[in-house]
């Protein structure tokens, strides 16, 4: 069972950042493709970005982004931590929403079965 950890979210302004972070304690973290998803009220829970490893290339990450969120967000991972973040820029008020950490994403953008808790980014206009 991996356990995932976020943390980071709050209140903010629209045009401000903020970065979330997701830690876990399993030791074969860097096998693991690891996404954010966010849920708003009244919607379903939706993609907002990936990392994966290259199945040939050491080293090498591939990065998939919501068409929402393209040149705002960023994700990133450090292996030696354990840990993936997600820098969020120029946020929206659209941009509020629960966001939730997921390791072992079958596809880009289909979720694994590991979930973080979640935690809550409010975007004030």
């Known amino acids: 069972q991996v356990q995932l950890v976020e943390s980071g979210g709050g209140l903010v302004q629209a045009g401000g950042s903020l970065r979330l972070s997701c830690a876990t304690s399993?030791?074969?973290?860097?096998?693991?493709?690891m996404g954010w998803f966010r849920q708003a009220p009244g919607k379903e829970r939706a993609f907002v970005a990936s990392?994966?490893?290259?199945?040939?290339?050491?080293?090498?990450?591939?990065?998939n982004y919501a068409d929402s969120v393209k040149g705002r967000f960023t994700i990133s991972r450090d292996n030696a931590k354990n840990t993936v973040y997600l820098q969020m820029n120029s946020l929206k008020p659209e941009d509020t929403a629960v966001y939730y950490c997921?390791?072992?994403?079958?596809?880009?953008?289909?979720?694994?079965?590991?979930w973080g808790q979640g935690t809550q980014v409010t975007v004030s206009s």
């Open positions: 997921n390791a072992g994403l079958g596809g880009a953008s289909t979720p694994g079965d590991y």
């Open positions: 399993e030791s074969t973290f860097s096998r693991y493709a």
């Open positions: 990392i994966r490893a290259s199945a040939s290339a050491f080293r090498i990450y591939y990065t």
